[in-house]
């Protein structure tokens, strides 16, 4: 079975500065894609980016990246110039391409300084 | 090009009632998955439904709870006799495909009394 990791309850990060959010997964399979999803204080699920398993290519969305480790299982955000409206959860998802259905993270809370 | 809509938003129910909620997917999307988020906790994978079938429920519990996604009309999660246990958010998703991104609706926040 698959499993999801996140090993950061909170974080923290000043406005204007870069902060890296960390997932770590487990799977058998091949193909399959990562997603990391935000839920600010309204609890609507929002999507932030997502990455293939087979592209080599790290995936970026203007201020959001990711370092995707595909030996290592590892699969973390990178937010650059933090603005105070990326207050909230994140969530790291597995997504499998046989099932579809998702497994999520048990989420960090990000709060951003002004 | 409305995104995924939930009903209702919050839902109050008395144990031994029943919850029914509903789920309009996006336009296109013919793949329906539920999950449920306890308090402070990530979301739990339920059901996975396509138009008139139940592709995968193994994350739905045994008794008391059932989906469906008819051929006409929004899919529908029903609990019957809800227990204090079953208060969460309880959230929809709909795809285009199996391997397409899956997009979230607002959530209905069911409270047992």
Redesign the interface.
Same mark, same amino acid.
């Given at each position: 079975a698959q499993t999801v990791t996140q090993s950061q309850p909170e974080m923290s990060v000043q406005e204007a500065e870069t902060v890296t959010l960390s997932c770590t997964y487990d799977t058998s399979e091949s193909d399959y894609?990562l997603?990391w999803?935000k839920q600010p204080p309204?609890?609507?699920?929002?999507?932030v980016i997502?990455q293939e398993a087979y592209k080599q290519q790290n995936a970026t969305e203007n201020r959001f990246s990711v370092n995707f480790q595909k030996a290592a299982k590892s699969f973390s955000l990178k937010i650059s110039d933090s603005q105070l409206g990326d207050a909230a959860m994140y969530?790291c998802a597995y997504?499998s391409?046989n099932?579809?259905?998702?497994?999520?993270?048990?989420?960090t809370t990000l709060q951003v300084k002004p | 090009n409305a995104g995924v809509m939930q009903n209702p938003r919050h839902l109050v129910r008395r144990r031994g009632q029943e919850a029914r909620l509903r789920c309009s997917p996006m336009k296109g999307h013919s793949?329906v998955?539920w999950?449920r988020q306890l308090p402070e906790?990530? =979301?739990?994978?339920m059901v %996975?439904l396509q138009k008139e079938n139940i592709?995968?429920e193994?994350?739905m519990p045994k008794e008391r709870f059932s989906a469906e996604f008819p051929k006409e009309g929004p899919s529908i999660l029903r609990i019957q006799q809800v227990v204090r246990g079953d208060s969460a958010?309880y959230?929809c998703?709909s795809?285009e495909s =199996?391997?397409e991104?899956? %997009?979230?609706g607002?959530?209905t926040?069911l409270l047992v009394l």
């Open positions: 894609y997603f999803y309204s609890r609507q699920m929002i999507l997502r969530f997504g391409s099932t579809g259905k998702l497994i999520f993270g048990q989420g | 793949h998955y999950y906790e990530g =979301l739990k994978f %996975y592709i995968d193994s994350g958010a959230f998703a795809s =199996l391997r991104t899956q %997009y979230f607002p959530g926040r």
